[in-house]
């Protein structure tokens, strides 16, 4: 019985005592009192009893909190951004260039487990791998719209991923430069990245190019480094890197052929290998409120007898967020020949390719919430190693939306 029913059972046999002797007859009040009594006190030394034994038990303890599981579909994201981009192009020997360029993408991802994450992105531009931007012309055509991203990611273990397909590129960009790689190129392939905060590893393995008629190519390399807090708020990212390609010399340059300034042999194939060993450094700060990042990027191709080297340098002032924010950037580069695949590399710098040297300019503010303005301009040098030096000029007036 429990300790509620037991005091109800109490007050019942009160009121019974009440009106039980309001009834009984005169002679035979006392006894039945007595026993009433007893009966009572026989009741509440129970109670009693129960309620000592209560609150002496244990409580049960609480359920361990339950972890929380990741389901299908959940943290489904979409995403895009949309570019409107003004340029103009005044190359020695050509004539000026007037154009208008837009780049749209849009992307989704979610997770598929605990541990994995798939993601698929399209953007503009048709199967150039340094480009998703679309020129505005041939009389209002269709324009192209393709697969820029299709990759899963595994969360294999404590600051460890494993990324498959059409990823974003695996390895870091010194500054953001287009020194190896062109910020639009999203390689294909393996990938693993460790990161713990301090020590850093990528490492991948892309396919290039599938031969039917010869050995393909496929790119085996990574990077390692570190990233460590110095005096009054600086940090300090540094590291090494090694890209080698496999069946480059005697082959078309990748993609459409073109060499973009490396160096070819009468039927138009590559006349070198390609090893590239990388050396790069990010030094970022504070000057009173604004932040300020200065980097530097080398890169040598170990299989090239000569024009084999390439580097950039520069610095980069505030950075736009909130509406009312700017930031304003200047970076020098000088990319000889054969010091990296011209396929891949910055496909702005100098019109693209190897074979250039000159300063960046760049500048953003932040009009709005998730809409800035900016401008590049690139005042290049090109061909100079194959003695036919050109100036090269080059202006871009971008508004971005992001959604």
């Keep these: 019985m429990s300790l509620s029913s037991l005091r109800r059972l109490a007050a019942a046999a009160g009121c019974v005592i009440v009106l039980g002797v309001a009834n009984f007859p005169a002679h035979a009040a006392d006894s039945e009192v007595a026993a009433l009594r007893a009966e009572i006190e026989r009741l509440s030394e129970r109670l009693n009893a129960l309620e000592a034994r209560g609150s002496a038990a244990p409580k049960p303890a609480p359920a361990p909190p339950q972890k929380a599981r990741k389901k299908f579909g959940e943290g489904l994201k979409i995403k895009g951004d949309f570019r409107y981009r003004y340029e103009f192009i005044d190359e020695d ?4 260039r007037n154009r208008n360029r837009l780049r749209a993408r849009v992307g989704i991802s979610g997770n598929v487990n ?3 994450k798939a993601g698929i992105q ?5 199967d150039n791998p340094t480009s998703t931007n679309q020129t505005l012309d041939d009389g209002f055509t269709t324009k192209d719209f393709g697969l820029d991203l299709a990759y899963v ?4 273990a404590e600051n460890t991923s494993v990324t498959a397909g059409k990823m974003k590129n695996p390895m870091h960009r010194a500054g953001g430069s287009g020194l190896i790689w062109d910020g639009d190129v999203n390689p294909e392939g393996l990938a693993m990245n460790f990161d713990n905060g301090l020590v850093f590893v990528n490492l991948a393995g892309l396919y290039v190019e599938e031969r039917s008629s010869s050995d393909d190519s496929f790119i085996l390399g990574g990077q390692v480094g570190f990233d460590t807090s110095l005096a009054n708020g600086a940090e300090l990212k540094a ?3 090694y890209f080698g390609y496999t069946n480059t010399r005697g ?3 990748f993609y459409d052929g073109a060499a ?3 160096t070819v042999d009468i039927d138009g194939n590559l006349v070198n ?6 050396l790069f450094a990010e030094l970022g700060s504070m000057l009173g409120d604004m932040p300020v990042k200065l980097f530097a990027d080398w890169v040598q191709n170990t299989e090239a007898s000569e024009f084999d080297s390439a580097y950039a340098f520069g610095i980069k002032l505030g950075k736009a967020g909130d509406p009312g924010t700017w930031d304003a950037a200047w970076i020098y580069q000088d990319v000889e020949k054969d010091a990296v695949i011209a396929t891949f590399n910055d496909s702005d710098f100098g019109g693209g390719g190897t074979d250039v040297k000159g300063h960046i300019f760049k500048g953003k503010y932040s009009v709005a919430k998730n809409w800035t303005a900016g401008f590049t301009y690139f005042l290049n040098e090109i061909n100079e190693n194959v003695g036919a030096e050109k100036d090269y000029q080059r202006l871009q007036a971008d508004l971005q939306f992001k959604f």
Aim: glycine letters at 20%.
């Design 260 to 262: 973009r300034g490396n």
């Design 93 to 96: 020997g050509k004539p000026e």
């Design 114 to 116: 605990d541990t994995v």
């Design 239 to 241: 590291g090494l890197g």
């Design 251 to 253: 082959n078309s340059p």
């Design 122 to 126: 399209l953007a503009s531009g048709g």
């Design 273 to 278: 290998d390609y090893r590239q060993l990388e």
């Design 153 to 156: 990611t595994w969360a294999a």
